[in-house]
């Protein structure tokens, strides 16, 4: 059953990060964010006008995320912009900005937050992502 759940959870991410990549010709600067933490790479974001972009409701969210990893701790601390993550593997997230010519870039990050020990999720990719219903 483990491994059955590892799969779908594999699979759904791996989903996510397979829409179609753009490549605007316009849109707001995107700072090198690769292997910060997400709490400091998502300031660097923000600093630099992309703004966190929820896509899951408030009402679904906690079952969506309560069993997934890192998802549910980073709901709690605000951070509406997570689209996904698991907890299996080496607990990929995926988070959404947009900015102000309505690119979607996607922030995806592994590793689970400790912050007792000081060890947090870190960013792996970021990349702009075509939206299916423009």
């Not at 059955?4 to 829409?19: D, H, M």
């Not at 995107?30 to 998502?42: E, K, M, T």
């Not at 709690?76 to 990929?92: F, L, N, R, V």
């Amino acid at each position: 059953m483990k491994i059955l759940l590892f799969f779908v959870s594999v699979l759904s991410i791996t989903t996510s990060f397979a829409n179609e990549v753009c490549y605007p010709q316009k849109h707001a600067n995107v700072p090198n964010i690769i292997s910060l933490d997400y709490h400091s790479a998502r300031k660097q974001l923000i600093i630099n006008h992309w703004q966190p972009f929820q896509t899951l409701h408030f009402n679904k969210a906690k079952d969506e995320l309560i069993y997934s990893g890192n998802g549910w701790g980073f709901w709690e601390k605000g951070y509406h912009e997570i689209e996904q993550c698991s907890g299996m593997g080496s607990a990929p997230c995926i988070f959404n900005f947009k900015d102000v010519y309505g690119n979607l870039l996607q922030i995806g990050t592994q590793g689970e937050e400790y912050p007792s020990a000081k060890i947090y999720a870190s960013v792996k990719s970021v990349n702009f992502k075509c939206e299916l219903n423009k």
